[in-house]
């Protein structure tokens, strides 16, 4: 079954890096369209990144110029850079994956930025 498993979250300073990975099993990998999504403490759950099998990518407004996504196809893996962390950032990160209409999610990994 499709398993993502991410990591690489954890407490920054703003204005710090940190790069999330998503690993994934379960399906064929290189075929598959990759999103990386967050959810604050009382907000919906939204869109960050995604990109498609070709490598084509979009990004949330809040994010532009400071996050990249990016794929790495021979390790199963998606990778989420942010750059330039503001506090607004804080939230669970999720990795997310849409198989023949069907979704599937990681457990997640906290983002925390604070001084």
């Known amino acids: 079954q499709v398993q993502l498993v991410e990591s690489g979250g954890g407490l920054v300073q703003p204005g710090g890096s940190l790069r999330l990975s998503c690993a994934a099993s379960g399906f064929t990998f290189r075929f598959a369209a990759m999103s990386w999504y967050r959810q604050a403490p009382g907000k919906e759950r939204e869109l960050v990144a995604s990109i498609t099998s070709t490598g084509n990518r979009n990004y949330a407004d809040s994010v532009k110029g400071r996050f990249t996504i990016s794929r790495d196809n021979a390790k199963n893996t998606v990778y989420l850079q942010m750059n330039s962390l503001k506090p607004e950032d804080t939230a669970v990160y999720f990795c997310?994956?849409?198989?023949?209409?069907?979704?599937?999610w990681g457990q997640g990994t906290q983002v925390t930025v604070s001084s």
């Open positions: 997310n994956t849409v198989i023949r209409t069907f979704a599937s």
